[in-house]
């Protein structure tokens, strides 16, 4: 018998094991949702919902019907009014653009310093590599509170007080933003890739323009995610350090609680539109993100 003949059976022995194998574990089957999986996976989005809709009711409603018993638990038919009352008593024309305006910017660098941090801790030997990332990890132990007053004092000292980039300075970038990109570029950025980088002879400015950002582009999607929403909600130091003549949209929705009896349908009502803008951030990017998510996880 020839060595052809023989390894055509063993082949086929072992295909046929393998098709076993894979049919024992569902390996290579495409897996299907139940109704279990769509009831559990339905209760969990109403209950995310569940704010949102409510501060859309409540905006919705007047004052006096809100502090009824029971609450309303579908839409009135003042919303448009409790918006237009809100835009005009917080003057969220001018905390928009501004919002916008220190979102974006703290967004930008922090997604760009972090991925180069990141980089530096995750591939790049230098001295003290260690000590200076466990530095940056531990100031994330410290609470943003203590920070104020020096943080409040050094900007008067420069004459920055009331201006944006008293709130933008601080935020350039994250000890989180630097940690949380050295993770992903452990695991996602091969060091032959540089290497052969190296090799073609491209310097430092090109192998991040051309290896570690395509690499990274799944994280800092996430990352600018992330610090675009916090930056937006962000109320302690914006309170602090600006007034209602300059304001971000937490300051000057803030006005919208004072007085004597605060109307709490406009309050809603200026939620409302200061939740918006994240809204449709999310709708217009999220495919990209959770595509870019899933994009890095199929990598790692």
Do not use: C
Not at 240 to 247: D, E, F, G
């Amino acid at each position: 018998m020839t060595t052809s003949e023989t390894t055509a059976p063993t082949a086929a022995k072992t295909r046929a094991a393998g098709a076993r194998r894979r049919r024992a574990t569902g390996a290579g089957r495409q897996l299907h949702a139940g109704p279990a999986t769509y009831a559990v996976l339905t209760v969990f989005a109403l209950v995310s919902l569940a704010p949102l809709v409510w501060t859309a009711i409540a905006a919705s409603r007047t004052d006096r019907r809100l502090a009824q018993t029971p609450p309303p638990l579908w839409f009135g038919g003042n919303l448009f009014k409790n918006l237009e009352a809100a835009w005009d008593q917080a003057g969220l024309g001018t905390a928009m653009l501004n919002s916008v305006v220190v979102a974006g910017t703290i967004t930008v660098s922090t997604v760009l310093f972090s991925t180069l941090a990141g980089f530096a801790f995750a591939k790049l030997r230098f001295r003290f590599s260690g000590l200076l990332l466990l530095l940056t990890v531990g100031t994330m132990m410290i609470p943003p509170q203590l920070a104020v007053v020096p943080l409040y004092l050094w900007m008067s000292d420069l004459g920055w007080s009331n201006q944006l980039q008293t709130v933008v300075l601080p935020s350039l970038v994250t000890a989180f933003g630097t940690f949380f990109m050295r993770q992903y570029l452990v695991q996602a950025l091969p060091g032959e890739l540089i290497e052969a980088a190296r090799v073609d002879g491209a310097n430092s400015l090109r192998v991040v323009w051309h290896v570690v950002f395509p690499a990274a582009r799944p994280a800092m999607a996430v990352l600018g995610l992330l610090t675009f929403v916090f930056a937006w909600n962000d109320f302690l130091w914006p309170i602090i350090a600006l007034n209602q003549q300059n304001p971000t949209v937490q300051v000057a929705l803030n006005s919208l609680g004072t007085g004597y009896v605060p109307d709490q349908a406009v309050i809603m009502a200026g939620a409302l539109l200061g939740t918006l803008p994240l809204l449709v951030a999310f709708l217009l990017f999220g495919k990209q993100i959770v595509g870019g998510i899933m994009q890095g996880a199929i990598k790692g």
